[in-house]
């Protein structure tokens, strides 16, 4: 049951587009661009029936739900930022195909050490 109300949208996000560039010296670094910031309700992967369900995508950490940004296309391989750290979306859809709300599945990308 899909049951979000304005006051669980608590969570802070940026969505990313990230694409190659060259810097001063010519060397290829990935750059992100901001293409909105937004509220939405954040749900980490827990051991409920409805994570359960969703084996297919066994890989993702979190789930993501805001309201459709007008003009703007979420698409897999986009990333969310928030206070958490970043995510790369796997999967997006609109909710009940309303053209109201979005709902991502995404996993938590972990820095990497050199």
Known sequence: ???VSFGKMNTFIDVISTAPAKDAEGFAAETDTILASVRAYKEDRHGSERW????????????FRFRK???LEI???????C????????SAEDVRG????????AERLEPSVR
């Open 1 to 3: 049951m899909f049951n």
């Open 52 to 63: 359960s369900n969703m084996a297919v995508f066994s890989t993702a950490s979190s789930l």
């Open 69 to 71: 940004i007008p003009n």
């Open 75 to 81: 698409t897999a391989g986009m990333i969310i930022t």
């Open 83 to 90: 206070a958490d750290g970043r995510y790369r979306i796997l």
């Open 98 to 105: 309303r053209g109201m709300y979005i709902e991502v599945l």
